[in-house]
């Protein structure tokens, strides 16, 4: 069994081919089967994580890795041993959406980055398609995640924004026994998982069910309900016996470019928000089609971006980057994607300005060249340009993809909760605010982040809500 992972190479999702994919906003990867899943299972070690924990060793293993602490090696022997409820079991103990992480997950910068086998040859175990399959073929034996449908609901606690990191808090708080509201300010719940990730990387079927068993469970769900007004959150904090803040990081950040503000030029959520409420047949007007399109940004939103701009039938798309591939943020599979969609890059290139016609609509963008210099503080080498290095890319629309920021709200200040030098509330090791009722986490207290820790942090926050409660066992 222990050298099984010599014998049997590692295998990835498949892949739908480049020239279909791009002509719809369906999946890319197509799901391990029980054969696949079971094989697949058979590579992983079981190293002996939890014997090693708390001791100082230079070694990693998978839930080293993983932000959440997943109990990856036992659902993975469950797998293996062909007990699939197990599996489930111990999948969602930890985790409170193990389907949607194991489709958006940097499996190889995380869990699967920290397999022991990751440094050898042979390759990590398919943590992630090993994670989605459990899930996705427990559901379909009627297998349904906990809810704390056996519980007697006692207090009330309000969650405000239905993101990773409050659908996290919900389904901590649920299982807890605590009856929970919450408000979101969008037409649809889940947050950056409907309206920041492609239905392509992240089918909304996937979302939603997991909100139609929180719902059974007694979740009520406010939607087109955002709090912003000082006596919006006075009502709540007075109506509820506790209150988790998951509001994100909602504020795109731009170029700081010549005519940023001209006709043409979009932040990428807006983009992303626009392409999905297509998917959602909301209306059928593209902004992208027939159109030359530029990104700038090299992370997993810019891949996004780009992506979607491929299929909505744009003329042409280019990525522009101001460093080279290898330190292109994003996730690696995502940019070999890209590549196979027609996805054109430019990398060494910084955007200078907007170039426009009499009306003030985008008709290029003037860009110049970089290079690497000496490393700063965090050993990241710097960004140098060129001089005289200015050169043109013809196109119609630009898209800013470079990253998120907080959002002080004013209410903030009003309830008593101290803030630091960005905006976010400050909280303590219990992810409790200044306001002893109050609680934060996810994007909202650390800058934009992964969907992982925003669901740690709502897990963690739901265990100090528990604890302020009475209610934590």
């Not at 010599?6 to 990867?29: L, S």
Request: net charge positive; with cysteine.
């Amino acid at each position: 069994m222990k050298k099984h992972f010599t014998r049997v190479p590692k295998k990835i999702q498949r892949k739908r081919d480049a020239n279909e994919r791009i002509n719809d906003f369906e999946p890319v990867y197509i799901e391990f089967n029980e054969e696949e899943a079971a094989e697949q299972a058979k590579r992983c070690l079981t190293c002996p994580i939890d014997i090693l924990r708390g001791l100082n060793s230079e070694f990693e293993f998978c839930r080293t890795g993983c932000p959440l602490n997943n109990y990856i090696p036992q659902w993975i022997r469950e797998v293996r041993r062909g007990n699939l409820e197990k599996a489930f079991e111990l999948s969602n103990e930890k985790s409170p959406f193990p389907e949607i992480m194991g489709r958006v997950c940097p499996h190889d910068s995380l869990c699967q980055g920290s397999c022991v086998l990751s440094k050898t040859d042979h390759g990590s175990v398919a943590i992630g398609a090993i994670e989605v399959f459990i899930s996705e073929e427990g559901f379909k034996r009627g297998y349904k995640p906990y809810y704390g449908e056996d519980k007697k609901r006692k207090k009330r606690v309000a969650v405000i924004g239905s993101g990773p990191a409050g659908m996290s808090c919900a389904t901590f708080l649920l299982r807890g026994g605590v009856n929970v509201e919450m408000f979101e300010k969008s037409d649809r719940p889940g947050g950056l998982l409907t309206y920041g990730i492609p239905n392509f990387k992240l089918h909304k079927d996937v979302v939603f069910r997991r909100f139609k068993w929180m719902q059974d469970a007694g979740l009520k769900l406010h939607l087109n309900t955002p709090i912003l007004t000082e006596k919006d959150f006075d009502k709540i904090v007075n109506d509820f016996d506790a209150v988790f803040i998951g509001v994100g990081a909602p504020s795109s950040r731009g170029a700081r470019m010549e005519n940023e503000n001209a006709n043409g030029v979009y932040h990428v959520m807006d983009i992303l928000t626009h392409a999905q409420k297509r998917v959602f047949k909301d209306f059928d007007d593209c902004i992208l089609k027939d159109k030359r399109v530029v990104v700038i940004g090299g992370g997993d939103s810019a891949m996004d971006a780009v992506r979607t701009s491929v299929r909505s039938g744009a003329k042409e798309v280019y990525c522009v980057y101001r460093r080279d591939e290898s330190n292109m943020p994003g996730s690696k599979k995502e940019v070999i994607n890209a590549k196979e969609e027609g996805v054109k890059f430019r990398f060494y290139t910084a955007p200078k300005a907007v170039k426009i016609d009499e009306n003030n609509n985008v008709v290029g963008i003037i860009c110049q060249k970089t290079e690497l210099g000496q490393p700063d503080e965090s050993g990241r080498r710097r960004v140098q340009i060129v001089e005289n290095s200015n050169f043109e890319i013809p196109c119609d629309i630009i898209i800013l993809a470079l990253g998120f920021d907080t959002v002080k709200f004013p209410w903030y200040e009003h309830a008593g909760i101290e803030t630091d030098k960005w905006g976010c509330p400050v909280v303590n090791e219990r992810y409790q605010t200044t306001n002893k009722k109050v609680f934060a986490g996810g994007d909202a207290i650390r800058g934009a982040d992964l969907v992982v820790t925003a669901a740690r942090d709502g897990r963690e926050a739901a265990y100090g809500i528990l604890e302020y409660l009475g209610l934590k066992d």
